[in-house]
């Protein structure tokens, strides 16, 4: 029908935000484009105009469900819990990828000068909004700081948080990034928990049927390398129930954080698919571990 898209404008906009993530506006070509989206260039020309104008859409996108992260970062704990949970979040996402996608917001920032009026706007409104964020979460963890203070503070933060940014642009590593956020809160005279946080993690998959200790085995050994390397990932352990109907892992993570980055809903579909059932996540916190086969009591602090 005349004037109907012929495609799904939410899978169009997600995929056109990678091509944006990963080349950033002004390197992103409308063939890069429709080669990720599957729509040809005409019909995207047709559908949205320009690219920037699908750029704006992908980035407003982009910047809501940022925002509503941030905000249930921030929501509880201490000062330095939500700062740290708002950090390892910030790392692990600029982080993701292969090759590593870097910071949008900062990667659009920095072309400010050759980007249009309302690609500025739109970058400071999201650094604005996030500066509120911040200072709504000092504020309502602590009376140490008046207002106008914790809007001081909360600017010096997410500044602090595209200096992370380009330093992770400049090759620094995911290790070496979060310890400069532990230095950073430390120069703030908070008390951080730690390097990071350990987390236990617990997953659980009911199935069908009963599976023998042999065939378990052979399913741990093909999936095993796939966790090896894996970031923040301490030491896995599979487990298969006695009477075969269950089975699922035990996971030592060095943060929610990245936990939570490979716990997401494309590996639950995974897991769905793979097992015929859906699995269950529960975290749990690890502030000790005593390792008898290192000799070692491993502590978050």
């Known amino acids: ?20 993530w990963q080349k950033g506006l002004h390197d992103a070509t409308m063939q890069d484009l429709a080669a990720a989206t599957g729509v ?6 047709n559908a949205y105009g320009d690219k920037e104008a699908i750029f704006l859409r992908a980035f407003d996108q ?11 970062l921030l929501a509880e ?8 949970n708002f950090f390892d979040s910030a790392i692990v996402n600029m982080t993701s990828g292969s090759p590593q996608r870097g910071c949008l917001t900062t990667r659009t920032a920095l072309n400010a000068g ?12 999201l650094l604005g909004r996030l500066e509120q964020l911040v200072s709504k979460a000092i504020s309502s963890a602590s009376d140490r700081w008046s207002a106008a203070e914790a809007n001081r503070l909360a600017r010096v933060i997410v500044t602090f948080t595209r200096g992370l940014a380009v330093m992770e642009r400049a090759g620094y590593s995911r290790k070496q990034l ?18 990071a946080l350990m987390i236990t993690v617990i997953t659980t998959y009911p199935l069908p049927k009963p599976m023998t200790r042999e065939e378990a085995r052979r399913n741990f050994l093909s999936t095993g390398p796939r966790y090896q390397g894996v970031a923040g990932l301490v030491r896995k352990y ?11 892992g035990v996971y030592l993570w060095n943060s929610r954080a990245e936990a939570e980055a490979m716990f997401n809903e494309s590996w639950r ?5 793979r097992y015929n059932s859906d699995p269950s996540v529960v975290y749990f916190d690890c502030p000790v571990v005593v390792d008898n086969l290192t000799h070692e009591i491993l502590s978050d602090n």
């Open 178 to 195: 979060r310890e400069s956020a532990v230095t950073f809160v430390d120069a703030l005279g908070l008390e951080y928990p730690g390097r």
């Open 238 to 248: 599979y487990y298969l129930s006695q009477d075969g109907m269950t089975i699922g």
């Open 40 to 45: 040809q260039r005409g019909s995207l020309y």
């Open 114 to 125: 050759i980007s249009s009026e309302a690609v500025r706007e739109r970058v400071q409104a």
């Open 77 to 84: 704990g201490t000062v330095a819990v939500r700062l740290q």
């Open 62 to 72: 982009y910047a809501a469900d940022f925002l509503e992260s941030v905000e249930n």
């Open 1 to 20: 029908m005349v004037g109907v898209r012929q495609f799904d404008e939410q899978e169009v906009i997600a995929l056109a935000l990678n091509v944006f």
């Open 269 to 273: 579909a995974v897991m769905r698919d």
